[in-house]
T-cell receptor, first 110, second 112 residues
Framework: DVKVTQSSRYLVKRTGEKVFLECVQD?????MFWYRQDPGLGLRLIYF???????EKGDIPEGYSVSREKKERFSLILESASTNQTSMYLC?????????FGPGTRLTVL | KNEVEQSPQNLTAQEGEFITINCSYS?????LHWLQQHPGGGIVSLFM???GKKKHGRLIATINIQEKHSSLHITASHPRDSAVYIC??????????????FGKGTHLIIQP
């Protein structure tokens, strides 16, 4: 069974902290994605990666960076968390046209 | 730029009713996804379509490529179907590494 896991379901951090959100897929997919989901705005692409050590900016990369050192793991990094980064973060991986989503991490920045 | 429009934005219905949610998009696509998200939950992929029709239990998804339109139907709706339903399209692209374009979602409530 296809599986995309995220390190935390809920996370609370303080303004200015460095935050790591981890995503792991067990399907050997090359393409992985990070989205954030906000009421009224829907899902928006932050970054994606099409191979190990490769990354591309999505629609809203400001304030974020990513790391893909191994094929199965794609990390989203908030260098200095701010309150406007409070959101639901969703990781996904893709094989050809089929997208698989993780359960999401609800991040609150105080 | 591809726009994805869903309708209705909100829908409240009684248990047992037949439900239809619509999705329209503006440019050629290689695939369309219907996604489900329960309150506070993650996203589950219900269907991936590139043509025709798919059925899974009480859920049916159709797509008309020429009209750039897809519908998600729920037969004999049940309160557990209450969720946000999101349409997402994958544009034609050689590399396949682009992200999806998402609709804003349809918030469905099924009352007992």
């Amino acid at each position: 069974d296809v599986k995309v896991t995220q390190s935390s379901r809920y996370l609370v951090k303080r303004t200015g902290e460095k935050v790591f959100l981890e995503c792991v897929q067990d399907m050997d997919h090359e393409n992985m994605f990070w989205y954030r989901q906000d009421p009224g705005l829907g899902l928006r692409l932050i970054y994606f990666s099409y191979d190990v050590k490769m990354k591309e900016k999505g629609d809203i990369p400001e304030g974020y960076s990513v790391s893909r050192e191994k094929k199965e793991r794609f990390s989203l990094i908030l260098e200095s968390a701010s309150t406007n980064q409070t959101s639901m973060y969703l990781c996904a991986s893709r094989l050809v046209n089929e997208q698989f989503f993780g359960p999401g991490t609800r991040l609150t920045v105080l | 730029k591809n726009e994805v429009e869903q309708s209705p934005q909100n829908l409240t219905a009684q248990e047992g009713e037949f439900i239809t949610i619509n999705c329209s998009y503006s440019v050629g696509i290689s695939a369309l996804h219907w996604l489900q998200q329960h309150p506070g939950g993650g996203i589950v992929s219900l269907f991936m379509l590139s043509s025709g029709k798919k059925k899974h239990g009480r859920l049916i998804a159709t797509i008309n490529i020429q009209e750039k339109h897809s519908s998600l139907h729920i037969t004999a709706s049940h309160p557990r179907d209450s969720a946000v339903y999101i349409c997402a399209v994958l544009m034609y692209s050689g590399g396949g590494a682009d992200g999806l374009t998402f609709g804003k979602g349809t918030h469905l409530i099924i009352q007992p």
